[in-house]
């Protein structure tokens, strides 16, 4: 403020916002031309003779917020401001934040409004203080800049004149004023000028000036940025803010259905000017009211229709990607259709617009897909799979003595997966389509989860097929996949037999007993015995689990050679358990096994050993789906759009005209002197120095002809164009 | 002139725009308007309303483009006949790309990418060595390397814009969906300014300059297409299916282009600013280009790209009232754009109100490209959003 104090108010509220040096070419200040600003020496008018103020509070504060450094400054800060809500991700579900920060940052972080920076009351302000001091500024120059657009300047000394880069002097003797200012009036109009003539006595001022709507351009600008801050501000979320504050209205926060949603959430139509909701429909349903999603809560917003959701489809390409998102909808309204619902089709960039409401295809997901599934028990030697059925979004209760009470969450039904191409060159863009899968979660009595993501068909990788079966704790975490070898019948059916095996003791035991005739039949009981705990060790905690007993009872020196021992002995058992599998399903196991029988035991070795971390106790296969789609509309009503739109018309326009249009002034000054008539002629352009340079001098060339004399003064009227001082620059 | 001067001064006169139209500029329109005609008796059945009308517009705006400045016309005839050649190489077999010699080494897409990518860092080389050597040879060769490489690389992309149609008809849709051809459309567009701004002040000086950011560009384009092979067409995902992408994008970069060339002759000054200091006869002093040229031109480039950059993300905000429910929606892409807007805001304030020149305004410039490549490049490598389709 120190630095506004102590400055008289002597600024014309023209020269404050003069744009470019009107002297222009810089390539003239280089030649060591002093900057002129002629704006200021000519201007004589009204505001220069305006008496001093005082500083009022008034004054003070519109000088504070119509100062130039103040509009730069918030510039600035509102470009600092908004990046913030770009790094951090807005309107995230807040459980994800206290992940990502801990409990005592997230609430610091949630004080300040990080979660939604761009409906804080701090960058509201922000914004506010840009559109006052836009404001202030358009108030403070709008009625120079008309007077300037409106009026002539009539009234200018002869000194300013001469001191202009573009202006000629002419001594014309033995001629009539009139007769030479009607030539100038008719040049002036024949370059397109519009002009004024004052006869001041001892001379006569004409005044030309072409190209004002240059100076609309400022003004369009300026009022631009005020209407879209209106609009915008109309759209935001100001309303809401405003109701909750009045306590009319208050977020839920609880996990309800829009019916159950108490009134103090629940906004009528018509009731705040601006929203955009979201709702989603399985294909059949209708509703007719969508959610607004607000901090951890949401509010339900009621239509004054209802849309009905028929079908939903997604086109892929040949590729997989997908092509297109399509809703047939029906929107029901007795009031406005009656008994004829409007048939309408959605895709993205093609919204139904319907009384002003805007609806839109935004997301899609499962709307409840009937799902039939076989659990294969993995910890028991039961080999039958129990078969059930569910649906998408159902939880199913599974029982038995070795599951506990688990509850089985279905929570989606993908019928594609286009992923990246696994086995993908590095920086190869290769997609591959999945297949169906179905996600779940298992839920303990405790309350906890782990999720899991099936395939539904086998997955080719390396050249042999596997089931794919992803397993993860926690949300943010990457899936770890379970690859299950697929048999000859493209089924996982042989290795869960294998599995069985293992956890059948009794025909372990059998399977393993050494032959009756057999030699050292004491080390053949011991050796028998230790097989058997090593399978029993291997199915409880895999490879691991052999180590570490190893490690346990194995003095250090010598567990490298018991660990290498351990797990042949392993190895040789399972394969024999393997063999028995294989002759059960009729294999010549003869001979030699093959080298598929052998890279499949491999393989299931592998899914083996990670079967203790995979935590289910079956293996859910999907065998049958009967999908049912929900598409995710987004409605919207934008009551400041129009205003907005208004804004952006301004903008354009201002924009062009500000940097693409010129203003220009002539004056011819003359007085009759000695029998001989003074011409004075002088010009300026507030853009584009060069073209006006170059007009101005086939104006003096066409006026010097037309009089037949030669220019007194030419030295600083010199009409070069700069692209020819430039030259020498190469 | 179609009017005498005589006529002219004895009617006080300043020819009006249709006196001053000339032979050439007729035939120059009956051309453009001959090629468009072809064009929309092709293909008009399968557009809609919306592109008739971008087409129609493009036939006006490259009228006036050829008139305004007449080296256009010869850019627009030289991609012309280099396109339609490949597309008549072409007919509707794409495999020929593999097989046919002109296709295979000249004009398929990235046949014609890779020309341009060579020809643009010839042409930065020859620049400098012109304006070391003052050689005014070796200035128009750079100069004609210059305007070859966009040739190129403009016939690359209406032949991959054919291409993509050939690859399928769903598939097919111009060539500005993703970052690989964006870039491409960046350094055409960054080059054409240059050029147009080396004419119109008749100096070669700032071609070193401008053609190091088209280098840059350059070597990303070719770490892209062969480090992370980026440079196959890809069909569109639905998001993008619009008619707004035609303009939106194009606009988008006639800004970015600008401030980067804006930036680049920020170095330029900036340079010559301090050699100047330190000896003001030395060589570099001697050749570099004059701080008040490279002002000016700043200047010129910083408005133009902002223009362009408010027409552009407004009709970025038209779209997004059509394709993600509302025209404003704070997503990264946006609120980045926002930001450059409001940096050149303040720099054209600083600038117009204030009379800024000198040192700092060209620090701002070159600071601003770098605010500039974080919402075109950075937004999309490190933030996640709506505008997921640029990514890396």
Known sequence: ?730 | MAATREAMLEHWNQPSFWQRLTLRDGLWALLVLAGSGTVWSLYQPYMDGYEIAIQFGATLALIGWGRYWPPAQGFTLAVAVLSVLALWCYGADYELRKSAFLLKYVLESQAAFMWMSALYVLATVTYFAALFSRSAFIGKTATALTWSATVMGMTGLLVRWRESYLLGADIGHIPVSNLYEVFILFALITALLYLFYEDRYRSRSMGGFALLAISGAVAFLLWYAFGRQAHHIQPLIPALQSYWMKIHVPANFIGYGAFALAAMLGVAYLLRARVEARNPNGLLARVLPPTELLDDVMYKAIALGFAAFTLATILGALWAAEAWGGYWSWDPKETWALIVWLNYAAWLHLRLSKGRRGAPMAWWAVIGLFVTLFAFLGVNMFLSGLHSYGSL
């Open chain 1, 1 to 730: 403020m120190g630095r506004l104090s102590g400055r008289p108010f002597l600024r014309p509220a023209l020269t404050v916002y003069h744009p470019e040096p009107v002297n222009g070419a810089p390539l003239i200040v280089s030649k060591g031309r002093p900057h002129l600003t002629p704006a200021n020496s000519f201007v004589n008018e009204t505001t220069l003779g305006k008496p001093l103020r005082q500083h009022t509070l008034g004054w003070v504060l519109l000088e504070f917020f119509g100062s130039m450094n103040l509009a730069i400054t918030l510039l600035v800060v509102v470009a600092v401001a908004s990046i913030i809500g770009t790094v951090l991700q807005q309107n995230q579900p807040y459980p994800d934040y206290i992940l990502k920060f801990g409990p005592f940052w997230f609430t610091v972080f949630n004080q300040i409004g990080l979660y939604d920076v761009y409906s804080t009351g701090w960058f509201i302000a922000i914004l506010a203080f840009l559109i006052l001091s836009t404001s202030v500024c358009l108030y403070r120059q709008a009625p120079g800049i008309w007077r300037e657009m409106t009026r002539f300047r009539t009234s200018v000394q002869i000194d300013s004149l001469r001191g202009f880069p573009q202006q000629a002097e002419w001594r014309l003797p033995d001629r009539d004023s009139e007769v030479v200012q009607a030539d100038i009036t008719r040049a002036f109009r024949g370059f397109g000028y519009r002009w004024r003539v004052q006869d001041h006595g001892d001379h006569q001022i004409v005044a030309a000036t072409k190209g004002r709507y240059n100076r609309l351009g400022y003004l369009f600008t300026h009022a631009a940025i005020i209407v879209i801050g209106i609009g915008g501000l109309l759209d935001g979320n100001l309303w809401i803010k405003l109701k909750e504050w009045r306590g009319e209205l208050a977020i839920e926060t609880r996990d309800l259905s829009a019916r159950e949603t108490p009134p103090i959430s629940r906004l009528a139509p018509g009731t705040i000017p601006a929203f955009r909701g979201n709702v989603r429909l399985p294909e059949g349903a209708t509703a007719n009211f969508v959610f607004l999603r607000l901090r951890d809560g949401f509010l339900v917003q009621e239509l004054p229709f209802a849309i009905e959701l028929k079908t939903f489809q997604v086109a892929y390409y040949d590729t997989g990607q997908p092509k297109s998102y399509t809703s047939e909808v029906l929107i029901h309204d007795q009031e406005h259709l009656g008994d004829q619902p409007l048939a309408a089709t959605i895709r993205v960039n093609h919204p139904l617009v319907y009384r002003g409401y805007a609806i839109y295809q935004s997301d899609f997901g499962d709307g409840g897909s009937k799902l039939e599934m076989k659990a294969w028990p993995l910890a028991t030697a039961r080999l039958e799979p129990v078969e059930a059925k569910g649906e998408v979004g159902g939880v199913i209760k599974v029982g038995g003595p070795t599951a506990g009470a688990l509850s089985l969450e279905l929570d989606d039904f993908r019928l594609f997966n286009l992923l990246p191409e696994p086995e993908a060159q590095p920086g190869d863009r290769k997609f591959r389509n999945f297949g169906p899968s179905i996600s779940f979660k298992l839920r303990n009595a405790a309350g906890e989860a782990r999720e899991y993501l099936n395939y539904m068909a086998p997955v080719q990788m390396g050249g042999r097929w596997f089931y794919l079966s992803g397993v993860r704790a926690r949300p943010d975490e990457a899936f770890s996949y379970l690859h299950i070898p697929v048999d000859a019948h493209n089924s996982p059916e042989r290795f869960l037999r294998f599995n069985a095996r293992l956890h059948d003791a009794s025909g372990l035991e059998k399977l393993l007993t050494p032959p009756v005739d057999g030699e050292h039949p004491d080390f053949q009981r011991d050796l028998q015995r230790v097989r058997l705990n090593l399978v029993e060790l291997f199915t409880q905690g895999g490879f691991m689990a052999i180590t570490g007993k190893a490690k346990a009872v194995v003095p250090a020196e010598r567990l490298q050679e018991a660990t290498t021992l351990y797990l042949n002995i392993l190895r040789e058992t399972l394969a024999e358990v393997f063999v028995a599998v294989l002759r059960e399903e009729g294999v010549n196991v003869e001979q030699e096994l093959g080298e598929r029988e052998n890279a499949f035991f491999n393989d299931a070795l592998s899914a083996l050993a990670a079967l203790p971390a995979y935590g289910s106790p079956f293996y859910l296969q999907l065998t049958g789906f009967q999908q049912v789609q929900a598409s995710g509309l987004q409605v919207t009503y934008s009551g400041g759009a129009t205003v907005v739109y208004t804004g952006f018309t301004l903008l354009i326009i201002g924009v062009f005209l500000m940097f693409y249009t010129s203003f220009r002034r002539l004056w011819a000054w003359l007085a009759v002197e000695d029998g001989a008539v003074r011409l004075i002629l002088a010009g300026t352009s507030n853009r584009r120095p060069v073209e006006f340079a170059r007009e101005f001098a086939a104006l003096q060339a066409a006026l010097a002809q037309r009089l037949g004399l030669p220019v007194i003064s030419p030295a600083s009227s010199s009409p070069a164009a700069p692209a020819a001082t430039l030259k020498e620059a190469h």
